[in-house]
Structures are given as C-alpha cells and as structure tokens.
C-alpha cells in the first residue's frame, strides 16, 4: 500500500481527546523502548514523525496519526520503564486501559517485543487482553539487526509456542535493515 497522507492529530492524555470519528484504529503496544515510534517513522517513511530516544519512557501521551485519512496509528506510551515513579507509573497504565476498554474502534494490535528478549508479564497481559477481546494482533519481534538468521528464527519459534499462536501471526522487524516493512505495510492495508 502506499502512504499518502500522514497527519499527526493529537497526543491525548484523556478520554475527551480522542479522536470523535469512526476511522478504524491499528494500536501500537510494547515495553518502553521496544521501537514503536521507531517503527512508526520506518515505516511511514517519515524521519522525525514520532519522537523516539534511546532513553525510554519517550512516548507519554496516546499519540494518533491518521493514514490516507483512511485509519489511525495509534502509539502508546511504552509499559514497564522502572526509572519513573509509582505515580508516573499507576497514570501510563491508567491512561493505557482508559484507551483499551473505551475504544470502539480498535482494529488490530501490533505487539512490539525486543527479539533478544524474553516477554514480561505485562506483555503476557497485553496479549490475553487481545485474545480475550477477540481482536487480531500481530506480534513484531523489533530490532532483528541486532541478531544473526538462525537466532531470528528461534526467536520466532520461542514466541510462537509462548504464546501459542499462527506463524502469520508473528514478523521480525528491523529499521535499521528495513526488514519487514513490507509486512506491517500489508497489515495497515487491511484497514485502508
Ligand atoms: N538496532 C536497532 N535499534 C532500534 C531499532 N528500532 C528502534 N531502535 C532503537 O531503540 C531505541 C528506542 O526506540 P523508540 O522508537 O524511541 O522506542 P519506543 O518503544 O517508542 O519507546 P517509548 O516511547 O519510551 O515507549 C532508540 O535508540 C532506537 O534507535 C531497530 O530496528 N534496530
Ligand atoms: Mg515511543
């Protein structure tokens, strides 16, 4: 599919400032510093469109981005970052669920996992989430530059039987490499 048009909207930090229309909704979900804005630019092909930094806890409000004017990116901000405080803490993950349980829109999850990393409870909380819901998801194992072929495929391997889903279901993604782009691109495609 090809990007058009990208409008960045808002970053919301409450229930009123989402978006009042019906245009379908691709989240972005994943530990701080997993690559979700990262992956954002590669593949809207857009450098600066999403803040990124190799400090984590970089995203803080819910951030859309409308595509062709035909659905939302939606990047959350990144769970599990320990050098904020409780506070800081108990409101990403407020504003994280405010977003999940009142969105009607919500289409698909892309589930951003560092492929050198094993997945936390919280990312196991995620994910049952999705299933619970009904709703497709596609986990994105990021940063696959940083390992050869053969650990890309194990880890490919291991996520699949972790959490017991399809190998379509799966893609290794790197913006380095440009691996996968093509990939998420077909998924957007979905909703376009
Ligand atoms: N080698 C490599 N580094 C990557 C890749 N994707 C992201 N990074 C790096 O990982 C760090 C975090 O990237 P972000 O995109 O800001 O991560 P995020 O998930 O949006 O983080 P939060 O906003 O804190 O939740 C940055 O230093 C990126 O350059 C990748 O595919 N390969
Ligand atoms: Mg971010």
Do not use: C
Not at 34 to 57: D, E, F, Q
Not at 68 to 91: C, H, I, R, T
């Amino acid at each position: 599919m090809k990007i058009k048009n990208v409008e960045f909207v808002r970053s919301a930090f409450n229930e009123e400032q989402y978006p009042k229309d019906n245009l379908p909704q691709i989240v972005i979900v994943g530990r701080s510093n997993v690559g979700k804005s990262t992956l954002i630019n590669t593949v809207l092909n857009r450098k600066n469109l999403a803040k990124t930094s190799s400090r984590p806890g970089k995203t803080r409000g819910i951030n859309f981005y409308l595509i062709n004017n035909k659905f939302y990116l939606v990047d959350l901000p990144g769970y599990g970052y320990a050098k904020v405080s409780k506070e800081m803490k108990k409101q990403w993950a407020h504003n994280i669920e405010i977003f999940l349980n009142t969105s009607k829109n919500l289409r698909h999850g892309l589930f951003l996992i560092d492929i050198r990393r094993n997945p936390t409870e919280d990312d196991f909380l995620m994910i049952n989430w999705f299933k619970h819901k009904n709703l497709p998801f596609t986990v994105v194992l990021t940063k696959a530059d940083k390992v050869n072929k053969s650990e890309a495929q194990k880890a490919v391997e291991d996520i699949r039987k972790i959490f017991n889903i399809k190998q379509e279901e799966v893609i290794t993604f790197s913006a380095l490499e440009k691996i996968g782009v093509s990939q998420v691109l077909s998924i957007f495609e979905m909703y376009a």
